[in-house]
């Protein structure tokens, strides 16, 4: 009999089941063969993360895996509440609203950085994991003092994350050495447009010289995050309102 997957993932907490394992006892725990795909996916990709290549690596047979995990896609559930649980996210220490979000948004930007494979997750059972629960429960204190009612405080949170992971996935995206390109390029391309677009021959001109190439990630995640901070700013700070949650 197959495993609820939320009993799999609060298998270490005290009312979790006991016993009722399917097959024989295997001699990696679940935790080890959890810690043993997210460093197979950190090196590989998740593409690579096979329940084969996996059974492999464990040095165990692939129906083996079975006894710990009904499915890859399950196994791919206990490898995101894995990671989130490992955050260990600070304690907040600031009273500005503006400072912990910027903290959230640092500390998830960083660990998708770290676990890229994380931005091909989006199973919502994720969501029933308790490292999964613990994250979001930190990461909803960041807005507290604030007039943001709960509804809004989750928006304002799925807000933030949302472009985190835009931002991390354009960080993620691999780069090549645009000067030379452009060294190549640059006078055939001036034949080909001419004084067609004006707008974008200048601008892009402006901000190829300030960035050094055609786009920069860091760049774009600083402006943008900065926009993200106004735009809570215009609902959290706006005239009239208290500082008190309201229900």
């Known amino acids: 009999m197959p495993k609820p997957l939320v009993d799999l993932l609060w298998r270490e907490h005290p009312a979790a089941p006991k016993g009722g394992s399917r097959g024989p006892r295997t001699r990696q725990p679940l935790s080890a063969v959890v810690a043993g795909a997210i460093e197979l996916a950190d090196e590989f990709g998740l593409d690579a993360m096979t329940i084969r290549a996996l059974a492999q690596r464990l040095g165990m047979s692939p129906m083996s ?5 009904n499915s890859r896609d399950d196994l791919l559930v206990l490898m995101a509440d894995a990671a989130y649980a490992a955050m260990a996210p600070a304690a907040y220490r600031v009273a500005d609203w503006r400072d912990r979000v910027t903290q959230v948004a640092q500390a998830y930007r960083t660990l998708l950085l770290n676990h890229p494979w994380l931005l091909q997750i989006r ?6 994991g308790p490292g999964t629960i613990a994250r979001y429960d930190h990461e909803l204190r960041a807005f507290d003092g604030t007039q943001l009612n709960d509804v809004q405080r989750d928006a304002a949170l799925t807000f ?6 835009a931002g991390a996935a354009a960080q993620l995206v691999p780069t090549t050495d645009f000067g030379a390109v452009w060294t190549e390029s640059a006078a055939a ?13 200048r601008v892009g001109q402006a901000a190829g010289a300030a ?4 786009y920069s990630a860091a760049d774009a995640w600083r402006f943008g995050f900065e926009r993200v901070l106004s735009g809570l700013a215009a609902l959290i700070d706006r005239p009239g309102g208290d500082d008190s949650p309201r229900h």
């Open 189 to 201: 391309l001036g034949r080909y447009v001419g004084e067609d677009y004006p707008l974008a021959r």
């Open 123 to 128: 199973d919502p059972r994720t969501a029933l």
């Open 65 to 69: 895996l079975y006894t710990h995990a």
């Open 160 to 165: 933030v994350l949302d472009f985190v992971e």
């Open 211 to 214: 960035l050094g190439a055609p």
